[in-house]
């Protein structure tokens, strides 16, 4: 078990919020550190992360001992802290460990065989979830496991995301009103990101169609979208089969423009819709709103005999 205190926490997550500004993503960079620690027979726990740099070349060789004491006093070493791992960061691209990683962590784990790597997506924090994962190399695993650890105190991680964002960058207030606003059944908008449902509202008879749903963003930032989609008996959906028996469909961006788009076939003449109900949208502090259902009606008509 990995015992991990709330500051080094949320000096970490400084860090890579420094590199990665969750407004503004043009400019994201994978940053890196080293974590110190002291190692007992049932438990690491750690004392500290010490940030090295961000950028492409930002891995520092275990082997030059003279640049990696260089950021670790003597003190601290006579006191028994040792390096335990590393830690580096995915901004947006989610939790795991790239073939140059595995290659990293070989190395640490040839120092010391309980020696981890920390990976951390500050995208992914969220109230519950720290927004990292720790890995470690099993010769006999054809993958990186993934290893227990705790903090020191419980506390809201998605607040300190919140708290360390508005230290940093100067979040935009929206002018409009942050519960949903329903603009037509086809569109509504949520601290000005709008959700936008459009096809055709006419078509023959077993003709094919297409639906798209898109998004606007105020500002570059990160938005998280999951929706199911409805129609009636007239209209048979040719979604790939992954996504027909897929409970919620989810998409992650990061600016303005489509979404999904997906095909349908009219069965019957008459009026029909295609609806997007059960809508949650998180916002770039990963706050969860529920949305009212979009609806699109399509009249179907007869094809021409000729």
Known sequence: MIRIPRTVYEKFLRFALENANPLNSQDWKECIGLVLGRIMENEISVTDIVPIGAGTAVFVDITDYEKVFSLISFSRIEQGEVIVGWAHTHPGLGLFLSGTDIQTQRLY?????????????????SKKFSGF?????????????????????????????????????????????????????????????????????????????????????????????EYQIETDNMIENLFPLELAHSE?????????????????????????????????????????QKMPELRLITQIREADSH
């Open 109 to 125: 784990q040839k120092m010391h065989p309980k020696a981890f790597a920390l990976v951390l997506d500050p995208m992914k924090v």
């Open 133 to 225: 994962n720790i890995y470690r190399l099993d010769e006999k695993k054809p993958h990186p496991i993934t290893e227990e650890y705790y903090f020191d105190q419980e506390f809201d991680f998605l607040s300190v995301l919140e708290s360390l964002t508005s230290e940093l960058y100067l979040v935009p207030i929206p002018l409009i009103p942050a519960t949903p606003v329903i603009s037509s059944e086809t569109e509504v908008s949520w601290k000005g990101i709008n959700i936008m449902i459009s096809g055709k509202t006419k078509v023959l008879m077993d003709q094919l169609f297409q639906v798209q749903v898109s998004v606007n963003l105020p500002f570059r930032q990160f938005v998280r979208l």
């Open 248 to 288: 919620f469909i989810f998409h992650e961006t990061l600016t303005s423009g489509t979404l999904g788009i997906y095909t349908f076939r009219s069965k019957m003449i008459g009026t029909s819709y295609i609806r997007l109900k059960n809508i949650y949208l998180s916002d770039y502090q990963q706050k969860q």
